[in-house]
């Protein structure tokens, strides 16, 4: 009997054994991880694709509008999406969940703020809230600065326009993209020039402009200037499929520091954003333990010693 117990015992191994090494199925190798164009997303993007080669994945990032990398997810084509920001994207959420095509694994960034900005000496000329623009739309040339089309921010300010709020009715959202938007704060900043455009935290804009942010956007942006949370969103069933995938996704939460930091080695010191995210995290060892705690590698190895060592750490 008791050789018996031991012969299960044993195979009771060799079968949770073999279970951790087919962990996640082969479809899984890949990731497939949209990008909207925004630099935070493409910092946390960058990070985890740093992270999940070093655990023998490969993250598989297209550049895809907010809109279509949804309907990507809707229709199973895309897995991972690390750019959820809520509430400005409820709408999207309020569609994906009616159809249930996707799962929230992790708020990875609280403390981020989106709603409208002007340069500080704008603001000390007296426009400090929404209600303040219309009086001025002549020195604004009755635009607002968006992002890229399609960008659920600028539906939103559109919506607004569209509604006559704050006597706005005859103003234009002008869209293009986060980078174009900036050169064109930048070039007003130059000239002392009046501008009103899109801002958020995390971003080194915050560093490199003296901006104010505006007051009074509540219904459009939420409370404290349009104060957010970011959500980590995997499409139905990826997380089953991809347990350790997802146990990875799970446990990747960020900062407004290391946002920042990395959307600066990006933007400002023109790195590759794969390139940026190795010297982030050589420089912060620290963070491995708490992303990689009961992850293991594709095939079934610790996953920590593992990252360490292709970081060469």
């Not at 990032?61 to 990398?69: M, Q």
């Not at 006559?164 to 000239?191: C, I, N, P, T, Y």
């Given at each position: ?10 195979l009771?191994?060799?079968i949770?054994?073999?279970?951790a090494?087919?962990a ?10 949209s990008?909207?164009g925004?630099?935070?997303?493409t ?17 598989d990032?297209?550049t ?14 895309l897995?991972?999406f690390?750019?959820?920001w809520?509430?400005?994207?409820q709408?999207?959420i309020d569609a ?5 095509a ?15 900005a ?11 809230d929404f209600?303040d623009?219309?009086?001025?739309a002549d020195k ?15 539906a939103?300010i559109?919506k607004?326009?569209?509604a006559g ?16 938007m ?11 020039g009046w ?5 958020w ?18 219904a459009?942006f939420?409370?404290?200037y ?10 139905a ?12 996704f799970?446990?990747?939460?960020f ?5 920042n930091?990395?959307m ?8 590759d ?5 190795t010297?982030w995290?050589k420089a912060?060892p620290?963070?491995?333990e708490?992303?990689?705690?009961g992850?293991?590698?594709?095939d ?5 010693p ?5 970081l060469?750490l």
């Amino acid at each position: 009997m008791n050789r018996f117990l031991r012969a299960v015992c044993a195979l009771s191994v060799v079968i949770s054994a073999g279970s951790a090494l087919a962990a996640d199925a082969p479809t899984c190798k890949t990731v497939r991880m949209s990008d909207p164009g925004w630099t935070d997303i493409t910092s946390t993007n960058a990070i985890a694709s740093v992270l999940l080669q070093g655990l023998g994945y490969t993250a598989d990032v297209k550049t895809l509008s907010v809109p279509i990398g949804y309907e990507a997810m809707k229709t199973g084509n895309l897995d991972v999406f690390l750019g959820n920001w809520m509430p400005a994207q409820q709408k999207f959420i309020d569609a994906l969940n009616e159809a249930n095509a996707v799962e929230v694994l992790a708020t990875n960034l609280t403390g981020a703020k989106f709603t409208l900005a002007v340069p500080n000496y704008v603001a000390e000329a007296g426009v400090k809230d929404f209600k303040d623009l219309a009086a001025n739309a002549d020195k604004f040339g009755n635009q607002i600065y968006g992002i890229e089309p399609g960008a659920p921010a600028n539906a939103n300010i559109q919506k607004m326009i569209d509604a006559g709020e704050f006597g706005l009715k005859d103003w234009k959202v002008v869209e293009s993209g986060e980078q174009a938007m900036l050169a064109q704060v930048k070039r007003s900043a130059s000239g002392k020039g009046w501008i009103v455009f899109l801002a958020w935290a995390p971003h080194p804009m915050n560093e490199a402009f003296a901006i104010t942010y505006l007051s009074g956007g509540d219904a459009y942006f939420g409370p404290d200037y349009g104060g957010a949370e970011v959500r980590t969103l995997a499409r139905a069933g990826w997380s089953s499929q991809c347990p350790n995938a997802a146990s990875f996704f799970r446990n990747l939460k960020f900062d407004l520091a290391t946002e920042n930091a990395m959307m600066g080695k990006i933007l400002d010191e023109g790195m590759d954003p794969k390139a940026a995210a190795t010297v982030w995290i050589k420089a912060h060892p620290q963070a491995l333990e708490p992303w990689l705690a009961g992850v293991t590698t594709f095939d079934g190895k610790p996953g920590l010693p593992a990252v360490k060592a292709s970081l060469g750490l």
